[in-house]
């Protein structure tokens, strides 16, 4: 009888009562052909991997990283809520030692849903991952959280929620925005004026392969996370890479994705996209599982597989290692590029706008942050929607020193309540969250 080298949690949640359209590839099908898969490999027989059952998160767990406007009953459904909790459930099976990995095999996805949520984008309300990595930074006093988004979309949305935390790495390997939804995550996009570094992105050209996705992982993402030394590291699992889904242009393999993982060693995985439902899903997934539990692999082939026709061109090769080489430069500056950044006590402002794809909003942020050298930052944003709300979020981060303390309070007590539909507090070294 197999037994797992390392024990390994599952949670499945298909969705079948949330769908954009019957039609549409995130649907429940994703999540379907993946469960007869494993079922017919007889993955549950092998001696420790165990099957979790997802929770609901709460209000307040989705208040730990979002401002969702008006309310949250009116962003989500319970199946986001039920979703997010079996990232939830896995996060507990984890840091509780039940077991030493975990993934979260759940829809709707969640990595485009960003710390302001009117509604959905990119097929996300909310973010089933920041979501997650809040909750164990409050619940189990991990600070240092690694975060890497090897779904094929850029994850702009977790991009935009740790945008501002030195102490959560976010890492996106994505095919190039100038090619694909949502346009962003390009290399000079590195995070804010007291982050600066903490946040990477990588873009990589249509037709990347196995090989390019390795070559990135073992000359970049691996010597980062070496040195930056996360307590736990958080792998965003989308599956889009793959040669066969319909929706992306890249050549990435089953036996890459479990290869990735192998060497990516994170803690816990939560599926994103990957809409090649019969083709790619069941495949990839289980090289998944498999090199998580430390099982061979070897045998986890598509039947179409052709590595001759997948193989990359040296001109996409060579795109790829001059990405890495900028990527590692700017990692290598992030504590000259912060100092850079202004005076602490000082302020800086940015202008962002913001088009809800899923249900047609069009959305105005400015946001307001103190500069500083001892945390991320208290900060605030004026977001206003063609939906009719103009709301005031005002974050104070985990880890927040007395005086952006302080500064968080300012915002939210200086507000005029007259120009708000809502003002929110989001004040994490507390965990609490106010309105008004």
């Known amino acids: 009888m197999l037994k797992a080298v390392n024990k390994t949690g599952l949670v499945f949640f298909p969705a079948f009562d949330w769908a954009i ?10 999540l379907l052909y993946t469960q007869d898969q494993v079922m017919e490999e007889g993955i549950f027989d092998i001696d420790g991997i165990i099957e979790y059952k997802p929770e609901l998160v709460t209000e307040q767990d989705i208040r730990r990283a979002h401002f969702c406007v008006p309310d949250e009953k009116t962003v989500t459904t319970e199946s986001h809520l039920i979703s997010a909790g079996g990232a939830k459930a896995i996060a507990n099976a984890v840091l509780n030692k039940e077991v030493k990995t975990g993934f979260a095999l759940v829809r709707p996805p969640g990595h485009h849903a960003m710390r302001v949520s009117h509604g959905g984008r990119g097929f996300c309300h909310i973010n089933m991952e920041a979501i997650m990595v809040e909750y164990i930074r409050s619940q189990f006093g991990k600070k240092r959280i690694a975060v890497v988004d090897t779904d094929c979309h850029h994850g702009d ?19 190039d925005g100038r090619t694909m939804y949502p346009g962003s995550g390009f290399p000079n996009e590195l995070g804010g004026p007291n982050a600066k570094g903490s ?19 073992n000359n970049c993402v691996l010597p ?4 930056f030394k996360p307590d736990l590291i ?15 242009n890249m050549n990435f393999s089953a036996q890459g994705y479990a290869e990735l993982t192998r060497l990516l060693k994170p803690d816990i995985a939560v599926l994103e996209g990957g809409y090649s439902i019969e083709d790619a899903l069941p495949y990839v997934n289980l090289g998944i599982i498999l090199a998580m539990a430390g099982l061979d692999y070897s045998g986890v082939v598509e039947p179409d597989f052709n590595p001759g026709r997948l193989k990359q061109s040296v001109s996409i090769t060579d795109k790829i290692k001059k990405t890495t080489n900028i990527i590692n430069t700017f990692w290598n500056q992030r504590d000259k590029m912060r100092q850079k950044e202004g005076t602490p006590g000082d302020f800086q402002v940015r202008h962002r706008e913001i088009f809800y794809d899923t249900d047609n909003i069009f959305e105005r942020q400015k946001e307001k942050i103190r500069i500083c050298q001892d945390c991320g930052g208290s900060f605030q944003i004026d977001s206003k929607a063609t939906s009719g709300y103009n709301i005031l979020g005002v974050h104070i981060p985990i880890n927040a020193c007395q005086s ?16 708000f539909n809502k003002i929110f507090l989001q004040d994490r070294t507390k965990d609490i969250y106010e309105i008004k």
């Open 199 to 217: 946040n990477l992105n990588i873009p990589l050209p249509p037709g990347t392969s196995t090989e390019g996705y390795l070559y990135v992982i």
């Open 234 to 248: 958080v792998n965003s699992a989308g599956q889009d890479n793959h040669y066969t889904d319909p929706l992306t």
């Open 157 to 175: 949305g977790s991009n935009d929620i740790f945008w501002h935390d030195p102490d959560v790495l976010f890492i996106s390997l994505h095919q």
């Open 21 to 30: 359209d019957p039609t549409h590839p995130e649907r429940e099908e994703r």
């Open 404 to 419: 952006c303390v302080e500064q968080g309070y300012k915002f939210f007590d200086q507000a005029d309540k007259n120009k």
């Open 224 to 227: 980062i996370l070496e040195e």
